[in-house]
């Protein structure tokens, strides 16, 4: 089973892909405000590319627990002048990190290649028609409410389960309205209103439990890097451990999920990453790039 975004051939089962995470926000978790000058989000995404990224995702919103809602017309200024001078220059495809339409469809147009939706199609319901129309790899992930609410007490009665049947919905859902079956991949949304903390670790139990999500026939996307269980399970002491102080952490979780099936990690490390999964992917795929 393969998938063509932009230029490239993603052959699913070969290897593990990169998706390089690039946020030109004032807020993300991690790297908020250091990629917010134009210049420097095009830098960083070249040197992704140069670390081996196989996809850049590029973000003009925090999707952080709590973050607040950015109108379209910002979240256009800050993605459009990136966009607008790194298509021409970058070789690999390019991602939007979205759930507004308007905001996809201006990517697309200046140049994206396909659309990383965490609201898996519920936010915006026109976004619909902008992954039919344009004809793009579109990433379904689960998110329990809101950015704003996500983390505010979530439940789980079975927290795989729970994942599986939303996407199986949402995915069912995208073909319903005619988006191709072939260009659906599905992203479990670890960090997004999953218990962390207090003995309950939504996130590693997905991880753990990551073939399950096999049983519905697309590519898989997990997104690990940095987040907050990863500060919570790692922690030395009582405090969690930083953001900066994430690396190892990371690279545990991708090995978990790539051991359990996963297709795409979506990293801020790219050269560790890479390096990591090359050993990773010739253990158990006999792949080595």
Known sequence: MHLRIGNKDFRWGERTYIMGVLNVTPD????????LDPEKAVDRALRMQEEGADIIDIGGESTRPGAEPVSVEEELRRICPVLEELTDKVEIPLSID??????AEKAIELGVDMIN???????????????????????????????????VNPFYEDVVREILSFLEERKRFAISRGIKEEKIILDPGLGFGKRTGNGIED????????????????????GP???????????DGEDPLPVEERLEGTLAAIAVAVFNGADIVRVHDVKEVKRFLRLIDFTIRNQNF
């Open 28 to 35: 993300s978790f991690s790297d908020g405000g250091k990629y």
């Open 98 to 103: 979205t759930y507004k339409a308007k905001v």
């Open 117 to 151: 939706d965490v609201s898996a199609l519920r936010f915006d319901p026109d976004m619909v028609r902008v992954a039919r129309e344009y004809d793009v790899p579109l990433v379904l992930m689960h998110m329990k409410g809101i950015p704003r609410d996500m983390q």
């Open 203 to 222: 996130n590693c139990e997905i991880l753990r439990r990551l073939k399950e999500f096999k049983v519905l026939n697309s590519p898989i996307l997990v």
């Open 225 to 235: 890097s940095r987040k907050t269980f990863i500060g919570n399970v790692c922690k």
